[in-house]
């Protein structure tokens, strides 16, 4: 089977930094996405790891560890409009297959 | 910038009707998607396409079929619709398949069956 496994709730004040932990266990493996989703809005992409290691975007980071089946998204600085919410998703043939996503509140 | 345009952003239809939800892409994408996104449950997939006339069921097609016949158009169709399909569903294109290339969404269509 297929899964993906993430926290459904962060909370963090406005300056921290965060991380979502996503975890998978997929019968391929074509790289680990992240996707943001605000309240009503339409999910956007984030970031792709192909290969082991952190890619950086800005505030926002990507770690993937392809041994452990396992990546995080790391969000620094944060601000009020980073509530929302982030699922991570694996490539599959011809798809993605989503987490059931992660609720960022940002506190001030 | 990519547009995804969904045909409608809210809708009520009857138990039984058979639902046409329609999504138009403008960057000539080869793929396209259709999800339901429940609380809890995330983005699943119902069903993809990777070319004008093809389509593959994805994690839950039940209760569900698609039409591809124009590449940028991909339509997602409840052929009697059940208040259990009551859901936000939401079309998504993009250059490829997999996870390198970035699906592209719509804004979504909240669909409630009555």
């Known amino acids: 089977g297929q899964s993906l496994e993430q926290p459904s709730e962060v909370t963090a004040v406005e300056g921290a930094i965060v991380q979502i932990n996503c975890t998978y266990q997929?019968?391929?493996?074509?790289?680990l996405s992240w996707y943001q989703q605000h309240d009503g809005g339409a999910p956007t992409f984030l970031s792709y790891n192909a290969l082991d290691g952190l890619e950086e975007t800005g505030r926002f980071s990507s770690f993937l560890s392809r041994s452990d089946s396992y990546g995080y998204l790391l969000l620094q600085e944060l601000q009020m409009k980073d509530s929302a919410s982030y699922f991570c998703a694996v490539g599959a043939t011809n798809k993605l297959i989503f987490g059931t996503g992660t609720l960022l509140a940002v506190q001030p | 910038d990519v547009k995804v345009t969904q045909s409608s952003r809210y809708l009520v239809k009857r138990t039984g009707e058979k639902v046409f939800l329609e999504c138009v892409q403008d960057?000539?994408?080869?793929?396209m998607f259709w999800y339901r996104q429940d609380p809890g449950l995330g983005l699943r997939l119902i069903y993809f396409s990777y070319d004008v006339k093809m389509k593959e069921k994805g994690d839950i097609p039940e209760g569900y079929s698609v039409s591809r016949e124009k590449k940028e158009r991909f339509s997602l169709i409840l052929e009697s619709a059940s208040t259990n399909q009551t859901s936000m569903y939401l079309c998504a294109s993009s250059l490829s398949g997999g996870a390198k290339q970035p699906q592209h969404f719509g804004d979504g269509t909240r669909l409630s069956i009555l």
């Open positions: 960057m000539d994408h080869e793929n």
């Open positions: 997929t019968s391929g493996f074509y790289g």
